[in-house]
């Protein structure tokens, strides 16, 4: 079983920068896929980025090039590095990861971009 925790998230005014992390209870050597989705209220979840292994990383439309998702292996922590933030990048976003057909999440960090 593996714990998929996040922190960093909070308030920022738009047009700026934050990091969220996420740090896996045990190693993420070998992961499948490792990454970030995000829910807004009254919205179904989406991906935000994924890293898959041996592919670049994806990422939705609408974050790209203001986004970039980057892992630690050493630390078993993947990072989401979010800038040029925009209002409707506002919500939970939760880290997930894959080991073949296994997939876990962690519980989330909210995420608000407000003036």
């Known amino acids: 079983q593996v714990q998929l925790v996040e922190s960093g998230g909070g308030l920022v005014q738009p047009g700026g920068s934050l990091r969220v992390s996420c740090a896996a209870s045990?190693?993420?050597?070998?992961?499948?896929?490792m990454g970030w989705y995000r829910q807004a209220p009254g919205k179904e979840r989406e991906l935000v980025a994924l890293?898959?292994?041996?592919?670049?990383?994806n990422y939705a439309d609408s974050v790209k090039g203001r986004f970039t998702g980057f892992r630690d292996t050493a630390k078993n922590t993947i990072y989401l590095q979010m800038n040029s933030l925009k209002p409707e990048d506002t919500a939970v976003y939760y880290c997930?990861?894959?080991?073949?057909?296994?997939?876990?999440w962690g519980q989330g960090t909210q995420v608000t971009v407000s003036s």
């Open positions: 045990g190693s993420i050597f070998g992961v499948s896929a």
């Open positions: 890293m898959s292994s041996g592919r670049d990383t």
């Open positions: 997930y990861a894959r080991w073949g057909s296994i997939k876990y």
